[in-house]
């Protein structure tokens, strides 16, 4: 029998099981071994096979642990490194930042030249940051001038000399001399010497610049008595010049009206105070405003009475010396806030906004400054119109003027409409109501925006007089609380508020 090349175990035996049978032993003896062989060696093979895959696995069992535990660890490291940085110059910077643990010049080489921070003691061994002017000291322009490049000292150059060529124009149309403000119920205070700015000569462009820039740093200081110290320090430093009395005045300024924030109203009279001493009739008008204030707030209103009354008679001084149509409007606007928030006297507030109107319509030029303000008085007004609940006629005339007048913002609109649901509301005109009130519900569905420096607390406090029926109070105030920015709401609550108004005018 031909011999087989078949390499196959079971065929092989099938083979030789048949040769057997046949009586051909010789033969199914080879047969068998033959697939016995074969057996042997697939099972080799096999077992080899198996090897190799488990050897494979094992490889890529350990990529996987790599994986899974050292990227882990790499990123944890990553994450401990981008901490420990943040942390090291958030530490940095809070030092930097705080007016009592850092150099004022030191800071200003960082504000104005940070690209040279790191290099500035090596490049510049000689340099000092003397500001006396000393013969042998480098002035503000010059020092800088080593930091900052030629660019900015030209700049700095250039605003002197436009101030200079400004105050000889000046000098040339007339003396230029303006009479000091007193007050005719109010006390000269005695001013300590560091708070009075008398130091000769021009006023230094170079310092002005920097010292905006140390200010923008002392207004995120909550601590009210370490700017009080930073800005001591710093005329020590500066020595301050009668002609820098506006300078020195922003500086005071921040901490005037840092304590007032803090309702510390004992230490806001003593700040005002001392901003008085910087001699401008401006400062004397923003330091009588505060002393109103606080002096209402401790329950001494015959004294609050008499610095409402310096506050009228430096905006007169102003207006005579000094006059800007938006700025004596603004402090009219002022005025009337400071009769109906601490004396509840409508009259006089009514009166001054009308007083501050009258001079922004018979401004000659106009400007953004001044369509600003005169959006503002208008809202102003037209609140104390529905609080006094004027006539209809005079209010339908304001309204009327306000909404031709184009100088309204969306979030403005939202108060002017707001007033005027409530005016309608409250005399029963409840067609007009609603279209005033529609008009607040849709501004706030598509473009929800809002004022959030418009105050309405004496708005609130009044409606209690302005409108004797309770529940159209109630719905009134509704309606205030829906627009006031510092009630926490969503947008949907506020329309809903708005809503729910409308359906009670609907009834």
Same mark, same amino acid.
């Given at each position: 029998?031909?011999?087989?090349?078949?390499?196959?175990?079971?065929?092989?035996?099938?083979?030789?099981?048949?040769?057997?049978?046949?009586?051909?032993?010789?033969?199914?003896?080879?047969?068998?071994?033959?697939?016995?062989?074969?057996?042997?060696?697939?099972?080799?093979?096999?077992?080899?096979?198996?090897?190799?895959?488990?050897?494979?696995?094992?490889?890529?069992? &350990?990529? @996987?642990?790599?994986?899974?535990?050292?990227?882990?660890?790499?990123?944890? +490291? #990553? !994450?401990?490194?981008?901490?420990?940085?943040?942390?090291?110059? @958030?530490?940095?910077?809070?030092?930097?930042?705080?007016?009592?643990?850092?150099?004022?010049?030191?800071?200003?080489?960082?504000?104005?030249?940070?690209?040279?921070?790191?290099?500035?003691?090596?490049?510049?061994?000689?340099?000092?940051?003397?500001?006396?002017?000393?013969?042998?000291?480098?002035?503000?322009?010059?020092?800088?001038?080593?930091?900052?490049?030629?660019?900015?000292?030209?700049?700095?150059?250039?605003?002197?000399?436009?101030? &200079?060529?400004?105050?000889?124009?000046?000098?040339?149309? +007339?003396?230029?001399?303006?009479?000091?403000?007193?007050?005719?119920?109010?006390?000269?205070?005695?001013?300590?010497?560091?708070?009075?700015?008398?130091?000769?000569?021009?006023?230094?462009?170079?310092?002005?610049?920097?010292?905006?820039?140390?200010?923008?740093?002392? *207004?995120?200081?909550? *601590?009210?008595?370490? =700017?009080?110290?930073? #800005?001591?320090?710093?005329?020590?430093?500066?020595?301050?010049?009668?002609?820098?009395?506006?300078?020195?005045?922003?500086?005071?300024?921040?901490?005037?009206?840092?304590?007032?924030?803090?309702?510390?109203? @004992?230490? %806001? =009279?003593?700040?005002? /105070?001392?901003?008085?001493?910087?001699?401008?009739?401006?400062?004397? *008008? %923003?330091?009588?405003?505060?002393? %109103?204030?606080?002096?209402?707030?401790?329950?001494?209103?015959?004294?609050?009475?008499?610095?409402?009354?310096?506050?009228?008679?430096?905006?007169? @001084?102003?207006?005579?010396?000094?006059?800007?149509?938006?700025?004596?409007?603004?402090?009219?606007?002022?005025?009337?806030?400071?009769?109906?928030?601490?004396?509840?006297?409508?009259?006089? !507030?009514?009166?001054?906004?009308?007083?501050?109107?009258?001079?922004?319509?018979?401004?000659?030029?106009?400007?953004?400054?001044? *369509?600003?303000?005169?959006?503002?008085?208008?809202?102003?007004?037209?609140?104390?119109?529905?609080?006094?609940? =004027?006539?209809?006629?005079?209010?339908? !005339?304001?309204?009327?003027?306000?909404?031709?007048?184009?100088?309204?913002?969306?979030?403005?609109?939202? #108060?002017? $409409?707001?007033?005027? +649901?409530?005016?309608?509301?409250?005399?029963?005109?409840?067609?007009?109501?609603?279209?005033?009130?529609?008009?607040?519900?849709?501004?706030?569905?598509?473009?929800?925006?809002?004022?959030?420096?418009?105050?309405?607390?004496?708005?609130?406090? +009044?409606?209690?007089?302005?409108?004797?029926?309770?529940?159209? /109070?109630?719905?009134?105030?509704?309606?205030?609380?829906?627009?006031?920015?510092?009630?926490?709401?969503?947008?949907?609550? /506020?329309?809903?508020?708005?809503? $729910?108004?409308?359906?009670?005018?609907?009834?």
């Amino acid at each position: 029998m031909k011999e087989t090349t078949n390499n196959n175990p079971q065929d092989l035996f099938q083979q030789a099981e048949a040769l057997r049978k046949g009586n051909q032993p010789a033969e199914a003896q080879k047969q068998y071994q033959q697939a016995v062989h074969l057996s042997n060696e697939r099972t080799q093979n096999r077992g080899k096979s198996r090897a190799n895959r488990a050897s494979n696995e094992r490889i890529n069992l &350990k990529k @996987h642990l790599y994986a899974y535990l050292v990227i882990p660890l790499m990123l944890a +490291g #990553i !994450a401990f490194s981008v901490f420990r940085v943040s942390s090291h110059n @958030h530490e940095r910077l809070k030092a930097e930042t705080d007016p009592k643990s850092f150099s004022f010049v030191e800071w200003l080489v960082m504000q104005q030249a940070r690209e040279v921070m790191n290099n500035i003691v090596a490049a510049n061994p000689e340099l000092s940051f003397d500001f006396s002017r000393s013969a042998s000291a480098l002035s503000p322009a010059e020092a800088l001038q080593s930091m900052m490049g030629s660019n900015m000292q030209e700049r700095i150059r250039e605003l002197g000399e436009q101030r &200079k060529s400004g105050a000889k124009s000046e000098s040339e149309e +007339g003396d230029g001399s303006r009479p000091s403000f007193s007050c005719s119920v109010d006390q000269v205070q005695q001013c300590s010497a560091d708070a009075l700015p008398t130091a000769p000569g021009e006023r230094r462009e170079d310092l002005s610049q920097l010292v905006r820039s140390y200010r923008s740093v002392l *207004n995120n200081e909550k *601590n009210c008595s370490k =700017i009080v110290d930073a #800005i001591t320090a710093l005329g020590q430093k500066v020595q301050w010049r009668s002609s820098e009395k506006d300078v020195k005045a922003e500086l005071e300024y921040l901490a005037l009206s840092c304590f007032a924030r803090s309702e510390d109203h @004992h230490k %806001t =009279i003593k700040q005002a /105070r001392r901003l008085q001493c910087t001699g401008s009739a401006s400062s004397m *008008n %923003t330091s009588y405003w505060y002393l %109103t204030a606080s002096h209402s707030h401790l329950g001494e209103k015959s004294k609050a009475a008499d610095m409402y009354t310096c506050f009228k008679e430096t905006i007169d @001084h102003l207006a005579e010396y000094e006059f800007t149509p938006s700025g004596i409007a603004s402090r009219r606007r002022e005025s009337g806030a400071l009769a109906w928030l601490y004396f509840n006297d409508l009259d006089t !507030a009514v009166s001054e906004l009308e007083v501050a109107r009258g001079i922004l319509k018979s401004a000659k030029m106009k400007s953004p400054q001044l *369509n600003f303000v005169a959006s503002e008085i208008d809202l102003d007004l037209m609140e104390t119109y529905v609080t006094a609940n =004027i006539d209809g006629d005079t209010f339908s !005339a304001l309204h009327e003027d306000i909404n031709t007048s184009g100088l309204l913002t969306d979030g403005y609109k939202q #108060i002017k $409409d707001t007033l005027a +649901g409530i005016y309608y509301l409250q005399n029963k005109e409840n067609t007009k109501a609603s279209v005033a009130l529609n008009n607040v519900a849709t501004r706030f569905k598509h473009l929800p925006e809002y004022i959030c420096s418009w105050d309405w607390s004496g708005f609130q406090r +009044g409606l209690a007089d302005s409108i004797s029926d309770p529940i159209a /109070r109630e719905n009134a105030d509704k309606l205030v609380v829906a627009t006031n920015c510092y009630v926490p709401q969503t947008i949907e609550e /506020r329309i809903q508020k708005v809503t $729910d108004v409308l359906k009670w005018l609907r009834r």
